[in-house]
Structure formats: structure tokens, C-alpha cells
């Protein structure tokens, strides 16, 4: 079986000028440091621009959304003769039908084309609507599991790591379909994120669990279709605190029978400072990780929550 935490060769797909590309309008770029030097390191990146694809050039007239939010037009702003809402969707549909390899993306916010979500939608009598651009209305309908975020949102610690939980979670759901889908391979997937699952919610963790008990009696590829969709959404639900130390007592619980009394007295005393928000996530994880290196557990040393791959690691929860 292929090792489902292989994450060589990741693929992101993100906006041209979040890279350094001179692609803006105005023939700037918006080069985001922390993309190129720190992700950078990690994934292969792959930059597409709508907006020069279709022609429109460096530098080019200024252009918005406009219309009904659901459904609008991408025009001129001073130019109302130039529509390139037609150019931009067919663009889309040959562009995504490339991308299959991508396992996120990261999208250039307030973009008429490239904005994920929250984009200025200008209608009659100068009322001002929100919705995405449309490059990234067709990329999230095609791809509606790949993990998506804006440049911008990702200067928070919190949503950046939700973001990079998705992302290689869901390469290892790309992993598992490579090496074969089957009713053990899925079964396994379910096992080794339970505890993850767990920190965003138990609700949808319990759901899952119910799906993976019946997967004898449902056909393999709707099942799996419906744990997938079910389970990026799970994850994308914010893992709180709260959630986190419900996980953080449990992994405790494999432990009561080895450690000694001043060991379990010291692993509360993290825990409960971690939940106090005195310290980071990362702290009560690693000194877990030291007692079952010590009190190995194999349902524990499966748990990708706790054992994540080194790149991983790294990228979350502080380690950078």
C-alpha cells in the first residue's frame, strides 16, 4: 500500500502575482513573502493568471464584477465596451479540467477573477453586492473537496492552520485513491484521523463512524464519495480549544496504567495551561509524543493527529 503520508511532489495551485509576477493591471505583482519562502520550500507551485491567459495584457484597464452576485459580469470599469466574462469561463473550464494533480489552492483575494469569497459586486444605483471571481467560482464548483484559501486570511495562525490540515489531509485522500480504493484502504483513512476528526467536532465524527461501520453494505464509490464530502467538511469546521483538550485528555487516557504520579501531574499541568491559552498546541503534543515513545500504542502510532508527516509538522501549529 502506498504510504499515504508521502507528500512529495505536492501541488498547490495559486494566483500568478502572489509569486512575484508582474501580471496586476497595473503591471505590479503582489509577491506574498511568507507563500515564497516558507511554503515554497514545501510544494511545487502551479501559477495561472485568468486575466493575462484570456489576453487581456500588462498593463490593462482596470475591470469588476457587476451585476447579479450569483451571476455576474466581468467588465470595464471605465470601459463598458470590455466584457471578458465569456473569455474568463471558457478559460476556466479547459484550465480545471488540468488540475487534477493540485491538492489545494491558494487564490488572490478581492480579485474579480481570483477572489475566494467577499469579492465587490457593483449593481444598479450603486449598491454594492459580495461573491467570487469568477476563475474561482468555476475552480471551487469543479474541485468543490480541494482545500481553497486567500493570501490574505492565511496571516492568521488559525485559519492558516486549517487550511494546511485540509491540504494534506486531502493529499493523503489523493494518495489512497492512487494506490486503489478499497473497503480496508478506506477504513484505514478513517482510522488514522479519528482523532483529528475528533478535534473539530463530534457531531460529524460520530457521522463518519456510522458510514465506515456500514461500508460492507453500501456499494464502495458512493460510499466514499459521501465520506470525502463529509469529512473536508468536518475539517473545515474551526477546532477550538475546548475540542483540543477533549483530544488532549483522551490520548492521556492510553497512558494511566504507565506513567508515574509526577508525570501524570505534569502532562495536566500542560494540558490545562494549554487550555488556559497560556501556551501553544504544539507543547502538550510534543510532551505526549515523548511518554508514547516510551509507552508505544499502536492505535496512537497510527493517529496522524499526533504523528503527522515531518513536512507537516513543521508548517502547523507553530513549528515555524
Known amino acids: 500500500m502506498m504510504d499515504l503520508n508521502d507528500v512529495r511532489h505536492l501541488k498547490l495551485g495559486i494566483s500568478s502575482c502572489l509569486l512575484g509576477e508582474a501580471v ?164 484505514h483513512f478513517h482510522t488514522i484521523h479519528k482523532l483529528s476528526l475528533m478535534a473539530h467536532g463530534l457531531e460529524a465524527y460520530r457521522r463518519l463512524g456510522r458510514m465506515i461501520a456500514a461500508a460492507g453494505k453500501r456499494p464502495l464509490r458512493p460510499l466514499a464519495g459521501e465520506y470525502m464530502e463529509t469529512f473536508m467538511r468536518a475539517l473545515k469546521h474551526p477546532a477550538t480549544i475546548k475540542l483540543q483538550t477533549n483530544v488532549l485528555y483522551h490520548l492521556m487516557g492510553y497512558l494511566k496504567d504507565s506513567l508515574q504520579q509526577e508525570d501524570k501531574a505534569e502532562l495536566l499541568e500542560v494540558i490545562g495551561a494549554y487550555r488556559q491559552e497560556r501556551i501553544p498546541l504544539v507543547v502538550p503534543i510534543i510532551l505526549l509524543k515523548h511518554h508514547f515513545r516510551h509507552h508505544p500504542h499502536l492505535y496512537i502510532a497510527e493517529q496522524v493527529y499526533l504523528n503527522p508527516p515531518p513536512e507537516e509538522m513543521l508548517l502547523r501549529r507553530g513549528g515555524l
Open 24 to 187: 496586476r493591471f497595473d503591471g505590479n505583482h503582489k509577491l506574498d513573502a511568507y507563500i515564497v519562502g516558507t511554503l515554497g520550500r514545501f510544494f511545487e507551485f502551479v501559477p495561472i493568471c485568468p486575466e493575462i491567459a484570456v489576453g487581456l495584457g500588462v498593463p490593462r484597464p482596470a475591470i469588476r464584477l457587476e451585476g447579479n452576485p450569483e451571476h455576474p459580469r466581468l467588465v470595464g470599469v471605465h470601459d463598458k465596451n470590455l466584457d471578458a466574462t465569456d473569455a474568463i469561463e471558457a478559460f476556466s473550464t479547459r484550465q480545471l479540467q488540468t488540475l487534477n494533480e493540485i491538492s489545494g489552492y491558494i487564490l488572490k483575494s478581492k480579485s474579480p477573477s481570483c477572489g475566494m469569497e467577499r469579492v465587490k459586486v457593483y449593481g444598479e444605483n450603486s449598491q454594492v453586492g459580495h461573491g467570487s471571481g469568477l476563475f474561482a467560482r468555476a475552480l471551487m464548483t469543479a474541485y468543490p473537496l480541494i482545500p481553497v484559501e486567500e493570501e490574505g486570511r492565511l496571516g492568521d495562525p488559525n485559519l492558516r492552520d486549517n487550511f494546511l490540515e485540509r491540504l494534506f489531509a486531502y493529499r493523503r485522500w489523493q494518495n489512497l485513491e492512487a494506490s486503489g480504493l478499497t473497503r480496508p484502504a478506506l477504513i
